[in-house]
């Protein structure tokens, strides 16, 4: 009696969810980022531009990974504008005071501020010596550019937004995007 209470009637299997929006619904248009989102959890996007649902704020904020990352390239948007001066010195002190300035703007913790300050510090001397060689070697750059793309024959756009853009004497370009977290392996490079 004490096996049988462990026999169960075999069911049928659930089929699989695989919703499909009628084409009128469907989003029209698609981020970059929102493509690598559509690969790997198309749910996502079902339920954020067919469903509309959007995730509630926290009660409570923390320093999120999301956070540093706005943060960090409004920093470098905010050192690219200004200008470094020559001296290596006096363009880490510059470095430091926007740093400190955006991060007391956007940052109410004081200790993900110091963490987040010194991280930046930590890369700003190899900032300063590259920015010195692409400054010599562009013609113009752009600080978050954005675009758009319309696929030929399809109701369809990609859109984009490059956290920058250098375009050198000789017409080529190049496109950075600022990581906070650790660049993708080369498995997701690959497969993404």
Known sequence: QADSLDVAEPLPRATRPSPIPPAAVRPR?????????????????????????RPL??????????LRGTVLHKVMEDIIHAGLPDEMDEALE???????????RHVPWPAA?????????RV??????????????????????RGALSLAGKDFMLTGTADRIDMTPD????????KTGPPPSTAQQEHF
């Open 94 to 104: 510059k470095i430091a005071r926007i740093t400190e300035r955006t991060l007391e």
């Open 113 to 121: 501020r110091a963490m987040w300050q010194a991280r930046m510090m």
């Open 57 to 66: 704020d926290p009660l409570f904020g923390e320093p999120d990974a999301l």
């Open 124 to 145: 700003a001397p190899w900032f300063v010596a590259t920015e010195r060689l692409r400054s010599e070697a562009i013609s113009q750059n752009a600080l978050e550019a």
């Open 171 to 178: 017409g080529r370009v190049r496109i950075f995007d600022y």
């Open 29 to 53: 248009k698609l981020s970059v980022t929102e493509i690598k989102t559509l690969i790997r959890d198309p749910y996502a996007i079902y339920a954020k531009h067919i469903l509309r649902l």
